[in-house]
């Protein structure tokens, strides 16, 4: 079975500097996408691609933040100039078309 | 996007039913009904999804009365390992924004011993 897999699962960085996460989504899903969730909280929509388009974007993904999935595969999310605030669990999910999502394990990044 | 109320916490005890409320007052006819459960440090996971009446599998079953302002997830028999956080979400399946799911801050079950 060849879930969803994100990596790095752990990032430590310092603030300032710019970080890249990976998604690989399950091989046969057209969608993908990026959530954050902080401790406590439930998983925040960030982003989604159908295929290689960015369909949809929330106000939560400023202009630090940038997500692409070129060929419609795998996808990569950048931040830029990280901030404290910036530490959470980065969840990337990925379904066919309009059914339920399937979630990789997530990469916890903490801003030092 | 319907919004979605859910107890903060439930506790049990190893062996019962534990039954889940969420409310969703304002779900559209076209939205469905979906949990999803929650391991710490690990990604969300699909449990059930229903439209009305009730929805059984191998995990769960979801229970929507007909007026699907609200909606039960019951577990039977639940273990230690069901310890979780539970989330509801409500949200239109064939809607091209679908990929915009609101999870709400769920429900944190404990099962003790």
């Known amino acids: 079975d060849t879930g969803v897999s994100q990596d790095p699962r752990h990032k430590i960085t310092k603030r300032g500097q710019n970080v890249t996460f990976r998604c690989d989504p399950i091989?046969?899903?057209?969608?993908l996408y990026w959530y954050r969730q902080t401790l406590g909280q439930g998983p925040e929509f960030l982003t989604y691609f159908q295929n290689e388009a960015q369909l949809e974007k929330s106000r939560l993904l400023s202009d630090r933040f940038s997500a692409e999935r070129p060929k419609g595969s795998f996808s990569t999310l950048e931040i830029q100039r990280t901030e404290q605030g910036d530490s959470a669990m980065y969840l990337c999910?990925?379904?066919?078309?309009?059914?339920?999502?399937?979630f990789g394990p997530g990469t916890r990044l903490t801003v030092l | 996007l319907a919004k979605t109320t859910q107890p903060i916490s439930m506790d049990s005890y190893e062996g019962q039913e534990v039954n889940i409320t969420c409310s969703h007052n304002n779900i559209a006819t076209n939205d469905y009904i979906t949990w999803y459960q929650q391991f710490p440090s690990q990604g969300p996971r699909f449990i059930i999804q229903?439209?009305?009446t009730k929805v059984t599998n191998e995990v769960a079953s979801l229970f929507i009365p007909a007026d699907r302002k609200s909606s039960t997830l019951s577990l039977p028999r639940v273990s230690l390992s069901d310890t979780a956080v539970y989330y509801c979400?409500?949200?239109?399946?064939?809607?091209?924004?679908?990929?915009?799911?609101?999870f709400g801050d769920g429900t944190t079950l404990t099962v003790k011993p």
């Open positions: 091989s046969e899903h057209n969608r």
């Open positions: 979400l409500v949200g239109d399946r064939r809607n091209t924004n679908a990929g915009k799911s609101t």
């Open positions: 999910a990925s379904s066919e078309t309009t059914d339920t999502q399937y």
């Open positions: 229903g439209y009305k």
